[in-house]
């Protein structure tokens, strides 16, 4: 059981709850029951003061798209800020752009981060808008400027963009706990592979059960 500290001083972060990352798109880049966190990102935005939310924002002429499948997830596309191949996903004005139903709009959020416009840059974490971490989207700021010490995170991929920004926020001093019951990852392998690395930089989880988030709230 964790106890969090005073709600003042608790966010809860919405990582990429999009369409285009669930079934509900699957043409795009569909994560296994990905269309069904959002009661849960819902319930952990009950225990926080504050709800942060982003979204992938990308051109359908990135020089990252592929239409091969065989080049999915692969690396070799030139440019500092873009590491692999994919295929097009979460274009602005489709409906894989729209977060997952049951969520607020974008403008309900106390702060929102979109990423990715830029045509050769494909950010994961939501932090910063460049893979060296130089250029902050503000999120670091913005918390620290409300006093915020935890953060609970959840969304889509675990193996990937939240991964990148549970990392971020532990990287930027917050104690980070991630909802299990609130994320899904792409594949098992990665997802678990992801799951150690952000538990040895000292972020902690939450098991499968939301019941567990409320009572570490009220404990």
């Known amino acids: 059981m964790i106890q969090l500290p005073p709600r003042a001083q608790v966010a809860s972060f919405d990582v990429d709850a999009q369409k285009t990352f669930s079934p509900l798109c699957p043409n795009e880049l569909p994560v296994p029951e990905g269309d069904r966190i959002g009661p849960e990102l819902n319930r952990q935005a009950g225990l926080a003061s504050w709800r942060l939310g982003s979204k992938d924002a990308h051109t359908p002429r990135a020089v990252w798209v592929t239409e091969d499948p065989e080049l999915i997830g692969q690396p070799g596309v030139p440019g500092a800020n873009v590491e692999e191949h994919w295929p097009v996903h979460a274009v602005p004005g489709t409906p894989g752009f729209e977060l997952l139903p049951g969520l607020p709009h974008p403008a309900e959020y106390d702060f929102f981060v979109w990423k990715g416009v830029e045509p050769d840059m494909h950010p994961y974490g939501a932090c910063y808008h460049d893979l060296?971490?130089?250029?902050?989207?503000?999120?670091?700021?913005?918390?620290?400027?409300?006093?915020?010490?935890?953060?609970?995170?959840?969304?889509?991929?675990?193996?990937?963009?939240?991964?990148?920004?549970?990392?971020?926020?532990?990287?930027?001093?917050?104690?980070?706990?991630?909802?299990?019951?609130?994320c899904r990852g792409i594949a098992a392998s990665s997802t678990n592979a992801a799951l150690d690395e952000m538990r040895a930089a000292g972020i902690r989880t939450i098991p499968d059960s939301s019941a567990l988030l409320a009572a570490a709230g009220t404990d």
């Open 132 to 182: 060296a971490e130089q250029r902050s989207t503000g999120v670091i700021e913005w918390l620290e400027a409300r006093d915020v010490v935890c953060v609970l995170v959840g969304g889509l991929a675990t193996d990937y963009c939240v991964r990148a920004t549970a990392l971020q926020l532990r990287g930027a001093g917050f104690d980070v706990i991630l909802n299990l019951a609130a």
